[in-house]
C-alpha cells in the first residue's frame, strides 16, 4: 500500500514538474533509454502538431527521424557531456521538416537513465545563414557564383581530377569592348545584358561544370572532367558563337563578342591561383591577337606580361621624371619643294629602358588611360613650340598632333583642344589633328559630331593611316578631313610592286575628287618620291627628306629653311633614256660599248629591285632585260614594269629560248620584243632605235 502523503507528495511534485516543463519557452521531451516518449510540454504539441496522448509511448523517431539515436550516443556515457548543441532536421505530424537545434541533459531515475531533450525550431535563423551564405558566395545580379565560390570549386575540381586522372580547364571569358559597348545604355539594360549573357555562358557546359562571375564583364568557366585538352577548345568556340548570337535590346539588334583564355590543369598550373593568373594572362593575349578569338596559355606569355607590368610601372613615372619629349617631322610640298607643316610624334627616353619606340607604350598608354594626359602634354608642348617658332619670325606652319582613340572618345576633348589653344596663344588654324581611319569608322555618326565639334574650333583636321581600315568612301565624304596621309605601307612598296602602285593611284585620285589634298607617309627613297609625285600625290613626309627631329635640330632646320629638291628632268620632256637589267655584269659593260654612241641616256643594274627604282626615278622609256636572273626572274619583273610604268616599251633577252617563259610574258603583255642573246650589235641598235620611237609615240597619244 501506498502511504498517502507520500502519494500526494507524488502528485504535487508531477504538478510542479509538468508546470516547469510548461514555462519552458522550448519544445521539452523525455525519452527513456529506447527512446521512447514518456513526457513532452504544450509546446511541443504546438511545434510537432501531435496530442500528448498520441505521443507519449511512442518512439522519438515520429519527431528526430534523423539523428535522435545518435544524439543519444553519448548517454551511455554520460561523463561526456556533449560539446555543443546538436543541430537536426525534426517532422511534423504532416509531414513537413524544419531544421531545429537540441539540448540534452540526463536524469538518474529507479527504473535507469532517462533524457530530456529541449528542441528549438531554428528555421528563421537558418534562412538568415542560407542568405549570408547565398550572398557571400554568389554575384548579386546574374546568381552565378562569385570569386569565392569560383576557388572553392575549381579546388574541387583539381582534387577530383587528381584522383581520377583527368583534366580540367579555366576558361577565362571576357566582354570585347564593352565599356563602349555599355556607354550608350541604361543601367537596367546593361543589367539585362549580362543576365542574358550569364544564362548564355550556363548553356554551353555540363551541369558539373562552373560558371562565375568575377567583375563586371569577367566570367570564369571551370570544365570538369577533361578528356582532351583540345576539347577545352570545343567549348570556348561554342561559347563564343553562343555568346556573338544577337538579341534585341529595346528596339535595337545587338551583339556582343568576348574573348577567351584557356589554362589546364595541371599543365598550366596545380593550384586555385596560378590556374586563374594564366587564364586571365592568355586572355590578355587573345584580345591582342584581336577580338573575339580564344587562346591557350604558354610558358611564354608569361614573360610577355611581366616586361608589360615592368613597362608600365616606368610610364607613370615618366612624365614627372621629365622623360617625354616630342619630336618633329617635316611635311613638304612636291610642287614647290616648300615646308607646308610638320608632325609631332612623341618619344620616350627611360634610363633603364633607353629609348622606347611610340609602337611599344601607346598601345599600353592607351590600354591604361595614362594617353589622355599624356596626349594632353603633347598637345600643349607642340602648340607651345609652333607658337614661339612663330613668334621667333619663323614661317607660320600648322603642326599635326596625333590623337589616340581614348582621347578622340573623351567627351572633354573639345574643352582639352580649346584650352590648350588659348593658354598657348596658337592660332586654331596652326593646329591640326591626325585621326586614324580605324577611330571615325567604328562609329561613324558620332565620330561625325566629334570631328565637327573640333572643326568649329577652327583647327585642321587630317585622316592618319589611311588605307588601313575601311574605310566606307560614302561616309568619307562627309567627315571634315582637309587631308588623307596615305599609310607607310602602300608608299614602302610603291615601286615594285604593282598591287600598291594601283592603290596608291587610286588614293591619290579619289582623295582629289573629294577635294582632299594627299599626303604620303614614309617615303624613304627618291624612286618613291618621284612616283608618287607623278601620279599627282601633293605632300611628302619621310626619312628621304628628314627623320623627326629633336625640337632642337628642328629649329636648326627651319632656320637654314632646306628645301626639298624636286628635280626637273622627270617632269621635263623624255630625253631617250634606256634601262638594262641582266645579272652579268660582263653582258651589261658590252651593250653599254655598243649603244654608247647613240645618244641615249643608259641606266644600268644587276638586280630587279634596283631596276625599279631607276623605273620610279628617271623617266625611262625603253627596258631591255635579261630573262634568266637569281632573285626575281625577268618575266615576272617585266610584268610588274608593264603594270606600274605601262608607258615603257620592254625588251626581253635570254641566253635560250625558252618558248613558254616568252609566250607567257608576250601574253600577259609584258614584252614588246624578245632577243637571244648573244645579241649581234647591229640587231642591238636597231631594235632600239625602233623601241624609242615606238615609245615617243605611245608617250604623245598618252600625254
Ligand atoms: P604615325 O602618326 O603614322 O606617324 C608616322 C610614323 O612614321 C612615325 O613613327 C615616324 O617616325 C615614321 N616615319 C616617318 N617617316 C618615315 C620613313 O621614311 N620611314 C619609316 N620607316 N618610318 C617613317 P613613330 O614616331 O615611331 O610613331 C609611330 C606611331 O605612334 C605614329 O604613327 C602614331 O600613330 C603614334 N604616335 C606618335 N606620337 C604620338 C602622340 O603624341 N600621340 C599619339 N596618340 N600617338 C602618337
Ligand atoms: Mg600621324
Ligand atoms: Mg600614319
Known sequence: MQNPDSDKELRQNEARFQKLLESFPDCVV??????????????????????????????AEIFLPERFGLLLDWAGDPETA?????????????????????????????????????????????????????????????????????????????????RFSQRVAVLFVDLDRFKYFMAGLSHEMGDLVLQEIAGRLKSCVRINDTVARLGNDVFVIVVSHLRESEDAAKVAQKIQKTVSRPFKLGTRICEVFCSIGIALHPKDGKDVRTLLKNAEVAMFRAKENGRNCFQYFTEQLNDRIAVRITLERYLRQSMENRELSVHYQPQMDLRTGRMIGFEALLR???????????????????????????????????????????????????????????????????????????????????????????????????????????????????????????????????????????????????????????????????A??????????????????????????????????????????????????????????????????????DDEPNTLSSMQRVLHDEGYRIFSTTNADDGFELLATNRIGVVLSDLRMPGMDGIEFLSRVSRIHPETVRIAMSGYADLSMVTEAINRGAIYKFLTKPVENEMLRKILINAFEHFEILYQTNK
Open 512 to 581: 582629289h575628287n573629294l577635294n582632299l589634298r594627299v599626303i604620303a607617309e614614309g617615303i624613304e627613297t627618291e624612286g618613291q618620291l618621284n612616283y608618287l609625285r607623278l601620279q599627282g600625290c601633293d605632300e611628302m613626309q619621310g626619312f628621304y627628306f628628314s627623320r623627326p627631329l629633336s625640337c632642337h635640330d628642328f629649329e636648326q632646320l627651319i632656320v637654314e629653311g632646306r628645301r626639298l629638291y624636286v628635280s626637273e628632268e622627270s617632269k621635263g620632256s623624255p630625253e631617250r633614256t634606256l634601262l638594262l637589267v
Open 348 to 510: 620616350w627616353q627611360n634610363l633603364d629602358l633607353g629609348m622606347v619606340p611610340p609602337d611599344r607604350f601607346i598601345p599600353l598608354a592607351e590600354e591604361t588611360g595614362l594617353i589622355v594626359p599624356i596626349g594632353e602634354w603633347v598637345l600643349h608642348t607642340a602648340c607651345a613650340d609652333n607658337k614661339r617658332w612663330q613668334e621667333a619670325g619663323h614661317p607660320l606652319l600648322p603642326v599635326a598632333v596625333n590623337l589616340s582613340p581614348r582621347q578622340f572618345w573623351d567627351p572633354d576633348l573639345v574643352k582639352i583642344v580649346a584650352r590648350v589653344l588659348r593658354d598657348t596663344g596658337l592660332e586654331p588654324r596652326y593646329l591640326e589633328l591626325e585621326i586614324t581611319e580605324s577611330m571615325v569608322m567604328r562609329d561613324v555618326e558620332n565620330a561625325l559630331a566629334m570631328l565637327r565639334e573640333l572643326k568649329g574650333l577652327g583647327v585642321e583636321l587630317s585622316m592618319d593611316d589611311f588605307g588601313t581600315g575601311y574605310s566606307n568612301l560614302n561616309h568619307l565624304k562627309r567627315f571634315p578631313f582637309g587631308k588623307l596621309k596615305m599609310d607607310i605601307t602602300f608608299v614602302r612598296d610603291v615601286t615594285h610592286d604593282p598591287g600598291c602602285a594601283a592603290i596608291a593611284k587610286t588614293i591619290i585620285a579619289m
Open 82 to 162: 556533449m560539446p555543443h548543441p546538436g543541430e537536426s532536421i525534426a517532422r511534423r505530424k504532416n509531414g513537413s521538416e524544419f531544421p531545429v537545434e537540441i539540448k540534452l541533459g540526463a536524469i538518474e531515475t529507479t527504473d535507469g537513465m532517462e533524457i530530456v531533450a529541449s528542441i528549438r525550431d531554428i528555421s528563421e535563423g537558418k534562412k538568415n545563414e542560407a542568405q549570408l551564405e547565398y550572398r557571400a558566395n554568389r554575384d548579386g545580379l546574374t546568381g552565378l557564383p562569385n570569386r569565392n565560390l569560383l576557388v572553392d570549386r575549381i579546388g574541387q575540381a583539381i582534387l577530383h581530377a587528381e
Open 30 to 59: 523525455v525519452v527513456d533509454q529506447n527512446y521512447l516518449i514518456l513526457i513532452v510540454n504544450r509546446r511541443f504539441e504546438t511545434m510537432f502538431g501531435y496530442d500528448r496522448s498520441e505521443a507519449i509511448g511512442r518512439s
